[in-house]
């Protein structure tokens, strides 16, 4: 008995993107941990996003491609809350990289220790490219987080390389480097009393690209995903770790950050209640 127990958030949905006619969401992770206090994995968009969302996330994500609803009571803060625990007991955030989607929440708990790959917050901080500038939003962090950066020391895991723990944080949860969707972009382990869990981040959209034999990937999420990759064939060759990990290891429930059926499958099965699920309909948004 490790003591670790989690919670499934959703963060925002994405109006603009789907995939089999259900909206996507902003899957983040809450541990509560017996020594270190608790745990997010990402934040997805917080109070200030859903506040000023233009100025915070840019035209584009907020009016054009992506649309999130304005909700919030989605903001990672607020869940928190609800669940019981004060936001001021979340003293470390794990983030699979610090793309504006994954870090709005940020600035909700400014005293929290923020660990990222090294990595990763060199090329949010030079934010080189279009790319890079369009994904990258200095604002989300202008608030100066306690960063703690990690490098590509560690150890095999079925089949993966430099896979380590993070300092201050339990031994049972361990950064796995999944680069691709970012140059420094990571998944986490998180071994539970409940089962093992893999967050997988942006790793993949829709779960049928690792949770079948063959390859399968929605058509707008596919076309989203080329668009938004920083290294291509790195992504594809970890999509095919997953898929191998997938199928040799059915017990560790892996799941992506925007997939909004992994998230329901998860939430119903922890106990936890579902926010900001929709579906697609001709008549609009609908709740699932």
Known sequence: ??????????????????????????????????????VLVDTGLGTADYARITSRLGFEFAHLYARPRIDPELAAIHQVRRLGFDPRDVRHIIQTHLDLDH?????????????????????AIRRKGVRARGRYR??????TPKWSTFGA???????????????????????VPLFGHTHGHVGYVVETDAGTLLA??????????????????????????????????ARRANQD???????????????????PFE?????DASGDALHGYYASSRAGLTVA
């Open 200 to 233: 997988a981040g942006d790793a993949y959209f829709d779960a049928r690209e690792v949770k079948q034999p063959d390859r399968e990937c929605g058509r707008g999420v596919g076309l989203f995903q080329f668009v938004v990759t920083t290294e291509y064939d």
């Open 153 to 175: 020391t560690g150890e095999p895991w079925l089949g993966f390389e430099a896979v380590r723990s993070l300092p201050g944080l339990p031994a049972e949860i361990l950064a």
């Open 1 to 38: 008995m490790n003591g670790l127990k989690v919670h499934h958030l959703n963060c925002a949905s994405i109006g603009g993107l789907s995939v089999l006619g259900q909206h996507l969401v902003c899957h983040v992770l809450l541990i509560e941990t017996p020594a270190s206090g608790l």
């Open 241 to 259: 770790r997953l898929r191998a990990l997938h199928a040799d290891h059915p017990e560790i429930a892996m799941y992506c950050a925007h997939n």
């Open 263 to 267: 998230y329901r499958e998860l939430a």
């Open 103 to 123: 870090v709005g929440g940020l600035s909700d708990f400014p005293e929290a220790t923020v660990h990222v790959h090294e990595i990763e917050l060199a090329a």
């Open 138 to 143: 200095p604002k989300m962090w202008a608030h």
